[in-house]
């Protein structure tokens, strides 16, 4: 029993595929805070997140849908709610996945770095990126 045990410790865990990762994904936590919370911190400019979602498909793109108030500290005001969304991409890198913001042909824009993603029993992980992390997410669907 014990061997077995032992055995089943070291045996790799299942390689990840665009079936596993396919669903929605809706964020609970950015690091030890819950929603509504700042996400972007800045000098003068802050963003604070009040809902983000992100729809990933078999096909290793999705969308990501935010609704985000910027505010502007150097007049301490606060700005207005409003909704973002975003086409995405993901890459599977052995254990994790990484998510990529895809810019839009047409668009004035860069890639964005990509972001290292985790599957958990019950979402995502993200570790990094231009944000506070990690981001806590609960998968919602397994469809997106």
Known sequence: MALFGALSCNEPAAPLNPIAISGTYVLVKVDTSSLPTVLYPGQSTAGTVFADTFRLGPS???TRTSMIRWDDLSHQTQGNITRQQSNYGYRIVGSRFDLTFVCPIDADCTA??????HLTT?????????SIVPLLYVRVSSSP
């Open 60 to 62: 290793g793109r999705g």
């Open 112 to 117: 964005s770095i990509p972001m290292p993603t």
């Open 122 to 130: 019950d979402g995502i992980r993200i570790e990094s990126g231009t």
